[in-house]
């Protein structure tokens, strides 16, 4: 059963009794500070939990995106290296908000697990806990479910405290707790392992796959336990591990959503050794990775992007380990939307967005990687010992940027440990010889005051002439900055725009006779522009008259984005509704990014739409005009403020397009006429966070290019496919629909081929001991035409053991069945786990049904010609 059709299942059945199927939320938790990712289904409904919010449902079911990878819950150190540890899952979840309570949740678990028609899984495989004072939850099990007492343990207080257990559930140190009950999976006895409870607990016999969360109690601040007035229902299930007991494998990396992603990382890296762990670090991250940054994250140096970072490079290492020292992440994400694109539209709306994302990363960290890992190998060359020491530690990240983490996952692999607290002493030593690593960064900090004040003239000119009024290098004030030497200046006046409400600082030169400073950032601190980067000829000193000139080509980029961006968001308004309000916005030469309170994605139609309507503005050709005002004047005239500026009691109010189309608050820089933006084009749209889309667009040059690109990919897929641009639906329409046909034709010839099998293969039965035994090889065949080829042959010859195994591609699918009325003599899972294991690979399965595989095809004749001998063996 594929993981989609488990996901699919669980939705159907809980919708099928009452629930109201939600979509999962985004991975960055909207309006709750103490999570650093969404981790678990119930996040999304913490609110409705604690009686904050009010819904119209009150059963709910959800499949939803988690991530585990940074603070209290982080599973990074152990991807790759363990069987059921992903950065990435998906939790299957249902619950009740003051309706249902354990009764009816233990028998929808129950029922969905075992029932014939849903999961179908024996009952005798499964065994239960509870919390060992919860004789309710143990009586439903007991009673009404009929699951045996050995099979249900009662779990105390494990963790040291009162109610500090496994089986016991806790939001917090107050409000809402309660006990709650897991299921197990028996994998069987020849998986080491016991129960939980055991000694053995921590072996992989046993493993949990779902676990009901009941929330019954309000804990007071001195441990006094309420009852809550209406008890409710949290309960999570792993997909990936219910779909590791579908599947019947034991590893989570065995299973469908694994599969694609492993064979992609294999191609992608050139590694041919698909047990290789590299390969699963890599499989699991590229999830982790395109989700995050669909979901609006993006790689930087701080909080959730760190984070995404991490896991990026993580897996770029990984890559270098196995040979590749090329770019190759950012193509899994293509294979990534083909296997979970159809369940997360979003996600392959997304795609270039990704994709654009990775590479920049990749690109980035290639050239820190190469030189790290040198530096690295040099180090452990001459180690003595297992631990590597704190400055060399230090070396790697401040010298060459590498991160300590990345180290630490190197070193584990050799058996080495790092010297943390010599780290940790070099990094104290450095902040107090720099204030901080970064000379643009950490010199513009809190701690900066600056009493100049700076007079912005950029609105009107590009260049100007100005006294300094101050200079600061490391964030102390000077008096003088020398060629080579990184600071800040000051000007009395300034054409420089400074870094506000989304748009970003400019960039140009100051200069006089004999001294030049690149300007390669411009922030604003209390009163004054500072004008961030580093002397490249001569020397700044205070009272110099110094030319300043903005980089016009630059500047004119971001005004046309600027003035874009206020036009496109009065379009959305237009098209959504009035409930579009920004929530963030990014503006700079090379494009604009804009995020808006919106609670469905905005379709292609929609996003056509909203092209005509700006460009139709454009051509327009109508005078920016800006007019100040007074706080309130400007709100009762109509103009919108924009998310994260600051007004002061005179704020500049900038009326846009044809019949006052646009009318904003902002301080930002624009054009003149909306003629003067020149074409405008939306590149992306997808989600940003819970309630919030995010749209990338391009104005101007870029507008264009990205027209005459587009304009370049339909005239070579046209040549591809020698036809005219204007004919290419039609002809896409013919070959999908050749494809189609071609595909049903393949599956007729291989339903054809397993029905001739029986008479085929008829020739080839062996008699062991008085058993019909047949083992063949099937060319041609896939795993569905092995099946059904095992169906009629068990029919025709009435009583056999059979296995049939078909090689396609480099990989072996194998089916073994055994008759009726032979499995108390023979296994069909057994016989499948001894040919596939000769064969480089696992299997398993039923008595008389099972499936297996494996990778060596020159093993496959040998492993044929042993079987009968196996047979006698076991006669």
């Given at each position: ?54 819904r ?12 585990r ?8 150190e ?31 678990a ?22 060992a ?10 009673n009404?479910m ?14 040291g ?8 559930w ?5 409000g ?32 949990e ?32 591990r ?8 034991h590893s ?14 294999a ?7 698909m ?10 991250h ?25 896991i ?7 890559g ?40 920049a ?75 901080g ?56 006046k300034?054409?420089f725009y400074?870094e506000?409400g989304?748009q ?5 030169v ?7 400073f ?15 980067g ?7 000193k ?10 016009e ?19 959305l ?10 929530k963030?916005s ?29 460009n ?54 624009h ?38 690109r ?6 070579d ?5 020698k ?19 071609l595909?049903k ?7 054809k ?26 060319d ?15 029919d025709k ?42 064969l ?12 297996g ?5 020159a ?17």
């Amino acid at each position: 059963m594929k993981s989609a059709d488990i996901r699919q299942a669980f939705l159907d059945y809980f919708a099928k009794h009452g629930h109201t199927v939600v979509a999962s939320s985004s991975l960055v938790p909207h309006d709750d500070p103490t999570l650093l990712f969404t981790n678990a289904g119930m996040n999304q409904f913490k609110d409705l939990f604690l009686g904050r919010d009010k819904r119209d449902y009150v059963r709910a079911a959800s499949s939803q995106r988690c991530v585990r990878a940074g603070g209290k819950h982080n599973d990074l150190e152990n991807v790759g290296y363990t069987a059921r540890h992903h950065t990435f899952f998906e939790m299957l979840g249902n619950f009740s908000f003051g309706d249902y309570f354990k009764q009816d949740a233990i028998r929808f678990a129950w029922e969905f697990l075992t029932a014939p028609e849903w999961m179908n899984i024996p009952k005798e495989k499964l065994m239960v806990t509870v919390y060992a004072s919860d004789d309710e939850a143990f009586n439903i099990w007991a009673n009404d479910m009929g699951v045996p007492h050995e099979r249900i343990v009662r779990i105390g207080d494990n963790k040291g405290a009162p109610y500090a257990s496994d089986n016991f559930w806790t939001m917090g140190d107050t409000g809402p707790c309660g006990p709650c009950t897991e299921i197990f999976y028996d994998h069987g006895e020849e998986i080491w392992g016991g129960p939980p409870g055991s000694p053995e607990e921590d072996g992989d016999r046993f493993i949990e796959i779902w676990n009901l969360v009941f929330m019954q109690f309000d804990r007071q601040p001195d441990g006094e336990m309420n009852p809550l007035p209406k008890p409710s229902v949290d309960t999570g299930m792993g997909l990936e591990r219910i779909a590791a007991v579908m599947q019947h494998v034991h590893s989570n990396y065995e299973i469908d959503l694994f599969q694609a992603l492993l064979k992609a990382a294999a191609q992608a890296t050139g590694c041919k050794d698909m047990e290789e762990k590299s390969l699963r670090v890599i499989a699991d991250h590229i999830r982790s990775a395109c989700f995050l940054i669909c979901d609006g994250v993006i790689p930087s140096n701080e909080g959730r992007g760190y984070v995404l970072r991490r896991i990026i490079r993580r897996a770029l290492r990984h890559g270098h380990k196995l040979g590749q020292d090329k770019p190759f992440f950012y193509t899994l994400s293509k294979a990534l939307v083909a296997e979970m694109g159809k369940a997360y539209p979003e996600l392959a709306d997304a795609q270039a967005r990704i994709e654009k994302a990775l590479l920049a990363e990749e690109e980035q960290f290639a050239r820190t990687l190469a030189e790290g890992m040198k530096v690295f190998e040099a180090a452990v060359a001459n180690l003595s010992g297992k631990v590597i020491p704190g400055d060399v530690v230090f070396a790697l990240y401040d010298t060459h940027g590498f991160p300590v983490d990345l180290t630490n996952d190197v070193a584990r692999e050799r058996g080495l440990t790092l010297d943390m607290q010599g780290f940790e002493a070099c990094m104290e030593q450095q902040r107090s010889r720099s204030r901080g690593a970064d000379a643009f960064a950490n010199t513009y900090n809190d701690r900066l005051q600056v009493e100049a004040v700076s007079d912005f003239s950029g609105y009107d000119r590009l260049a100007d002439m100005a006294e300094v009024v101050a200079l600061y290098r490391n964030g102390e004030a000077v008096q003088a900055l020398s060629a080579g030497e990184d600071g800040m200046v000051v000007l009395a006046k300034t054409p420089f725009y400074a870094e506000s409400g989304g748009q970003v600082g400019d960039t140009g030169v100051l200069t006089n006779d004999g001294s030049r400073f690149v300007v390669a950032d411009t922030r604003k601190r209390q009163q004054a522009h500072l004008h961030i980067g580093v002397v490249e000829q001569g020397v700044i000193k205070l009272g110099d008259r110094l030319a300043a000139h903005v980089d016009e080509q630059r500047r004119h980029a971001i005004m046309r984005n600027h003035s874009a961006t206020h036009l496109m968001h009065a379009a959305l308004r237009q098209v959504l509704g009035e409930h579009v309000s920004q929530k963030g916005s990014l503006v700079n030469a090379d494009y604009l990014r804009f995020d808006f309170s919106h609670g469905a994605a905005v379709t292609t139609g929609q996003i056509a739409e909203i092209e005509m309507i700006v460009n139709r503005q454009i051509l327009a050709n109508a005078a920016v005009a800006t007019d100040l005002m007074d706080i309130d004047s400007a709100r009762k005239a109509g103009a919108m403020a924009l998310f994260g500026e600051k007004y002061d009691d005179q704020v500049r109010v900038l009326t846009m397009g044809a019949n006052g189309f646009s009318k904003e608050l902002c301080g930002g820089t624009h054009v003149a006429r909306t003629g003067d933006i020149g074409l405008f084009r939306i590149i992306s749209e997808g989600a940003s966070s819970a309630g919030v889309r995010r749209i990338e667009a391009v104005a101007g040059e870029r507008a264009l290019a990205e027209v005459q690109r587009l304009s370049q990919l339909v005239s070579d897929s046209a040549a591809l496919l020698k036809a005219a641009p204007d004919q290419l639906p039609q002809r896409l329409e013919q070959l999908v629909g050749r494809s189609r046909e071609l595909e049903k034709e393949v599956d007729r010839l291989k339903q054809k081929l397993a029905s001739g099998t029986g008479n085929d293969l008829s020739a080839q039965v062996q008699q062991v001991n008085g058993v019909k035994v047949l083992a063949a090889q099937l060319d041609g065949a896939d795993g569905k035409t092995l099946r059904t080829a095992m169906d009629k042959l068990k029919d025709k010859l009435g009583s056999a053991v059979i296995l049939l195994a078909a090689p396609e591609g480099d990989k072996i699918s194998i089916v073994a069945g055994v008759t009726k009325d032979l499995t108390d003599r023979f296994n069909a899972g057994e016989l499948v786990r001894h040919v596939s294991e000769q064969l480089g690979g696992k299997g398993g399965g039923r008595a008389d049904m099972a499936q297996g595989g494996g990778t060596d095809l020159a093993a496959l004749p040998k492993a044929l010609e042993d079987i009968p001998g196996w047979i006698a063996s076991k006669s």
